[in-house]
Every structure is written in C-alpha cells, then in structure tokens.
C-alpha cells in the first residue's frame, strides 16, 4: 500500500545542536504536511509543502519538499528545550485525496 | 472557537465494557476522522468521515463503530472493550477534503483492565 517513511524514528541532540527529520515516500505526493506533537499532547499542524522544490521557513525551521515531489524534510536549527516533541510528516499520494502519515520522529533534547 | 473537542479526557474501562467517545467541531469541517495513537507509536486511522450520514473505515476498524448524525458530531462507540484496545484516541476534522490539514482534539486516554 501506500506508505510514508520517516526517518530516524529516535533522535537525541544536546541543546544548541542542529536536527533533522526526512521523510520519503513510494509514490508522487501531491502536498506534504509537518505536525507537531508535545509529550501529552495532540498533533498540531506547522506547515504545508505542495510545489517540487518548494522550501518553506518558520523562524528556526527549514521545510523542504523535494524535486520529484517523493520526499520532504525538516530541520531545526540549534535545537532548544521548546522543540522536544514527536514531528509527523503526512502525505498525499498523488490522486488518493487521503493523508497517510509517517510513523514520526521523537526529539528529545538535554539541556 | 473551541476547534475539535473530545470528552472525555481520561477513561479507564473494564474488559467487556461499552462506551462512546465524543468528538464535536464548530469549524464547520465536512471532514472527521478517528485515530488512535499505541504509546511511542504513530496513528493509525480507525474510521472517517466525509460528511453527515457518511462514513467509512479506515485502517484498523475492527470493535468500533461509528456515527455522523450531524456536520459537528462524529462519536465512536466500542462494544466490547479489550485490553488490545488501551490507547490514545484522536479526533480530527478538515476542511474541502481529506488531504487538507487535520485539526486534532486533545485526546481520549483510555485505559481497559
């Protein structure tokens, strides 16, 4: 079926360290979207990608969505203690009209 | 607004037991959907729904069930509680279509022992 990979499923940083999530799929997406979750918490929308090479930024955030529209990634730049959380990309697969989304990246950060 | 709300927040069922879910959204989404999320785990689609009087199943249906009587309401019943069933439960809804951006509730925490 139709799957979104993330990878690293576990990511540990110092504070101030750079990090970063990527996402792929099997099959041409349509758009790319980025949720945040908070330890407890429920997944809030950041952002979404929909044109191939498209690069989106929010503050510390660096979105990109990738040429053949079949990867997508996010970075955060010198991490701090408010990024701790699980980042879930989703996808669409071209044609579906459907979100699928990946399996998510824990971040845990020490101060 | 309040966005999507779920009640309750926490519930701790016995096996065997039944009960409802609530999930309501004042955004006017024609769009709701279900998830649950297994601690450390991504979510996993139980049913959605694209408007009143529609739904269908997503990945992981099997000991629930659902209902949209309304545009706001969008409940999931479970029947005959199992332990396999101990998790988070999300509610979301979007507008246009399923491939727009979800707004979550805050969640379900139920337990079954």
């Known amino acids: 079926g139709q799957q979104v990979m993330q990878i690293p499923q576990y990511q540990h940083v110092q504070e101030g360290e750079d990090f970063t999530t990527y996402c792929n799929s099997s099959t041409t997406l349509s758009n790319i979207q980025w949720y945040k979750q908070r330890p407890g918490g429920h997944p809030v929308f950041l952002i979404q990608l929909v044109k191939s090479g498209e690069v989106k930024k929010q503050k510390r955030l660096t979105f990109q969505f990738g040429e053949a529209k079949k990867n997508s990634s996010l970075h955060i730049t010198a991490t701090q203690t408010t990024d701790v959380g699980t980042y879930f990309c989703a996808g669409d697969p071209q044609g579906a009209q459907k979100l699928v989304f990946g399996q998510g990246t824990r971040l845990t950060i020490n101060p | 607004n309040a966005g999507v709300t779920q009640t309750p927040k926490f519930r701790i069922l016995k096996i065997g037991q039944s009960m409802t879910l609530q999930c309501t959204q004042d955004m006017n989404h024609n769009y709701m959907y279900w998830y649950r999320q297994d601690p450390g785990m991504g979510l996993k689609l139980i049913y959605y729904?694209?408007?009143?009087?529609?739904?269908d199943k997503g990945e992981v249906p099997n000991g629930y069930n659902v209902s949209r009587s309304t545009t706001e309401d969008f409940p999931l019943r479970l029947e005959l509680a199992a332990p396999s069933q101990t998790s988070v439960y999300f509610c979301?809804?979007?507008?246009?279509?399923?491939?727009?951006?979800?707004?979550f509730g805050d969640g379900t925490r139920l337990s079954i022992l």
């Open positions: 979301a809804s979007s507008f246009l279509d399923r491939a727009q951006p979800q707004h």
């Open positions: 729904s694209v408007g009143a009087g529609i739904t």
